[in-house]
């Protein structure tokens, strides 16, 4: 813009000392060929100058971004960081109740439970359940697919390891289901007091 500028005013010079008509005319029509083309670039600039302003705020509001998305980071970092410490000092705690149980079960069926947890990401046994509490029917809690109806017994009498057919995890009876609720057996009568048999 500055250099067209200095044209124009050069060339109002030299129209100035034209020395006819048609050399004033000639000089006439270059200036104003001059400010057109000024003007072109004064808008081109203009247009430019609006661009880099809403780059400007752009990134302005991305900075403003990254620095508090930085910050949610940082201060996840901290709580997991601590989280993670609670959890390996409880892994560090259980570790030698966890070893010691596990030595009083046989190699056989703690190797098998060990590739069962490896499998199923630590979940290697799945307790049964009971949907409906007036129908001999059971369930495996973690796949919630149907098991045989003496699955039950076959766990409570037997000591042996049982898979679900499904999941393949270990199969186990919950402490919430006890005989009377998993077989439909009411509890054992209370004994009548002595005194009260002898008044009947």
Not at 118 to 143: F, L, Q, T
Request: glycine residues 4%.
């Amino acid at each position: 813009m500055k250099s067209r500028e200095a044209r124009i005013e050069k060339l109002r010079t030299q129209q100035q000392n034209s020395k006819n008509h048609k050399e004033y005319q000639a000089f006439l029509t270059e200036i104003n060929t001059e400010k057109i083309d000024k003007g072109k670039i004064e808008e081109d600039w203009l247009k430019n100058q609006e661009g880099v302003e809403k780059l400007q705020n752009e990134v302005k509001t991305l900075t403003q971004q990254v620095e508090a998305d930085t910050k949610t980071c940082e201060a996840t970092k901290q709580q997991l960081g601590g989280r993670l410490s609670e959890l390996q000092a409880e892994v560090d705690r259980l570790k030698p109740l966890r070893d010691q149980a596990a030595a009083a079960v046989p190699s056989q069926a703690r190797d098998s439970f060990e590739r069962l947890a490896d499998r199923h990401e630590g979940e290697a046994m799945g307790s049964i359940g009971k949907p409906d509490r007036r129908r001999e029917e059971y369930i495996c809690n973690s796949c919630n697919m149907s098991l045989v109806a003496d699955i039950y017994n076959r766990l409570h009498s037997r000591d042996e390891m049982v898979l679900c057919p499904n999941c393949r995890r270990m199969l186990y009876i919950p402490d919430e289901l006890p005989p009377e609720l998993a077989l439909n057996t009411k509890p054992p009568r209370k004994p009548v007091a002595a005194s009260t048999e002898a008044e009947e």
